[in-house]
C-alpha cells in the first residue's frame, strides 16, 4: 500500500497576501499539495496561483485540480506545465479533466460537445501533453487535434514528465486514467444535464468497488505504480457521526446517511474515527491520496498529522 499523502484544494484568495499566507498554513498544517480547481468563475487562474504558492513554501507541491482540457490547447497546457515544473523546482501535479459544466462552455463561446467525444478528445491531449513534457519532438494527427515536428523549452524538472492526474467518474474517463495517468483522481460524481444535476450514486460502496476494479483490471501490469486520489466533498469533525450523517442525507437525498458513511468522499467522526476509516478505504480500495476543499483544512490536520507518509 501506498502512504497517505493529504491535499487542500483552495479557489481564490483577496490579495496576493491573502493567498501567500493561506499557501503556507497548508504546508504548516503538514499537508503534501496544494491544488487550484479550473473554472470560469470567481477563482484563480491555476498555473500562476501555483506558482506563486511554491515561491512562498519550502516544500509543498502543488497540482491542478483540473485542468478543464477544452480551454486550453495541449499544446499550451504542456508549454505552461513545463515552465511551471522548472520554476517550482520540480513541484508540480498537473491534474486534467474533460469539462463538465455546460455554462461555462457558453459562457465563453465553446461547443458543450457529449461527454464521450470529450473525454475522446482529452485521451489526444494527455498523448501530446506526455509527449511534449518529456522532450520529445511530437507530430500528431488526430480527430480532434493536429501537431507538427514541435518541442518544448525549457523541460520540467521532473522526469519522465511531472505526475500527471487525470480526474472524474465516468467508465471511460477512468479508462483512460487506468492506462495514462500517474494518479487516478476519483470524484466518484456523474454530472448530467449540462452539470446542473450532479448523480451521487458513484460514492456507495458498490459503485467505488465497481470503478476500482476496472482502474486495477485495466491498467494491468502497471497498476501497482499508480496512485489512486478521492476528493473529498465534506469533512465534518463531531462526536456524533449518526446526526451528522443525516444532516447530510438531507442534503444529499440520493443516498442515505449509511451510504454517507461509508463513501471515501466524505469524512464523518471523531479524529480517530476518521483515522479508522481511511485506513479501512486504503486497505479496500488502495485510495491513498485525499484532497479535502479548504474550509476543512484545519479541523482535518489531527489526522493528517497522524496519517501523513505512513
Not at 491535499?7 to 503556507?24: C, F, L, M, T
Not at 515544473?85 to 459544466?101: V, Y
Not at 507530430?139 to 505526475?163: C, I, M, N, S, W
Request: proline share 5%; with cysteine.
Amino acid at each position: 500500500m501506498k502512504p497517505f499523502r493529504f491535499g487542500v484544494n483552495v479557489r481564490s484568495a483577496g490579495s496576493r497576501a491573502e493567498w501567500v499566507d493561506k499557501a503556507r498554513k497548508v504546508e504548516d498544517l503538514g499537508y503534501a499539495i496544494l491544488t487550484v480547481p479550473d473554472h470560469l468563475a470567481s477563482t484563480l487562474a491555476p498555473i500562476p496561483a501555483l506558482i506563486c504558492a511554491a515561491e512562498a513554501t519550502r516544500r509543498l507541491r502543488v497540482g491542478t485540480n483540473v485542468l478543464n482540457n477544452d480551454f486550453r490547447h495541449p499544446v499550451l497546457v504542456a508549454r505552461e506545465a513545463a515552465t511551471a515544473d522548472f520554476l517550482t523546482d520540480g513541484r508540480l501535479q498537473l491534474g486534467l479533466g474533460a469539462g463538465h459544466m455546460k455554462s461555462e462552455y457558453d459562457e465563453a463561446g465553446l461547443s458543450f460537445d457529449a461527454g464521450g467525444a470529450r473525454v475522446e478528445r482529452l485521451a489526444e491531449a494527455v498523448a501530446i501533453v506526455k509527449g511534449l513534457l518529456k522532450g520529445e519532438e511530437v507530430t500528431f494527427t488526430g480527430r480532434y487535434y493536429r501537431v507538427t515536428a514541435h518541442k518544448v523549452h525549457p523541460l520540467p524538472v521532473q522526469r519522465p514528465h511531472p505526475p500527471i492526474l487525470i480526474g472524474g467518474n465516468g467508465r471511460q474517463l477512468l479508462t483512460l486514467a487506468a492506462t495514462q495517468a500517474d494518479i487516478v483522481g476519483l470524484s466518484g460524481i456523474s454530472f448530467r444535464r449540462g452539470g446542473t444535476a450532479p448523480d451521487l450514486s458513484g460514492w456507495r460502496t458498490a459503485s467505488v468497488d465497481e470503478r476500482v476494479q476496472l482502474v486495477r483490471a485495466t491498467a494491468g501490469d502497471r497498476h501497482d505504480t499508480l496512485e489512486l486520489s478521492a476528493l473529498v466533498q465534506r469533512v465534518v469533525v463531531t462526536d456524533n457521526r449518526a446526526e451528522a450523517a443525516e444532516e447530510l442525507a438531507r442534503r444529499w437525498t440520493q443516498l442515505t446517511p449509511a451510504e454517507i458513511l461509508q463513501s471515501p468522499y466524505v469524512l464523518v467522526g471523531t479524529v480517530n474515527q476518521q483515522i479508522e476509516d481511511l485506513e479501512a478505504r486504503r486497505e479496500r480500495w488502495g485510495i491513498s491520496q485525499y484532497v479535502i476543499f479548504e474550509p476543512s483544512m484545519e479541523p482535518f490536520a489531527p489526522v493528517v498529522a497522524s496519517l501523513a507518509g505512513r
